[in-house]
Nanobody, 119 residues
Framework: QVQLVESGGGLVQAGGSLRLSCAAS????????MGWFRQAPGRERVLVTG????????YYADSVKGRFTISRDNAKNTGYLQMNSLKPEDTAVYYC????????????WGQGTQVTVSS
């Protein structure tokens, strides 16, 4: 198993930036694909962006393309989400998650970090 802990959330004005981190411990982080999800109040949790185990493949939801960048440093067992040009609609709890390379399901989750964007 792998344990995940997010950090870096907070309150930011619209147009600002935040960088979230996801620190992994337990099994070798590099074996897992990683994703960032978010859940706004009263809404379902949705996948925002994902990255393959080696960083070679990424995915972005249309709502964040060109503004968010996912990355990972396997030597540091850490994943990152750089969020620029933030909008009030980006307000949500952000979760990092990991999945086995041969699975579609994200089996491992962090506790979440709140991101609030004020207008």
């Amino acid at each position: 198993q792998v344990q995940l802990v997010e950090s870096g959330g907070g309150l930011v004005q619209a147009g600002g930036s935040l960088r979230l981190s996801c620190a992994a411990s337990g099994r070798t982080f590099s074996r897992y694909a990683m994703g960032w999800f978010r859940q706004a109040p009263g809404r379902e949790r949705v996948l925002v962006t994902g990255i393959s185990w080696d960083g070679g493949t990424t995915y972005y939801a249309d709502s964040v393309k060109g503004r968010f960048t996912i990355s990972r440093d396997n030597a540091k067992n850490t994943g990152y989400l750089q969020m620029n040009s933030l909008k009030p609609e980006d307000t949500a709890v952000y979760y990092c998650a990991a999945r086995e390379p041969d699975s579609e399901d994200y089996a491992y989750w962090g506790q979440g970090t709140q991101v609030t964007v004020s207008s």
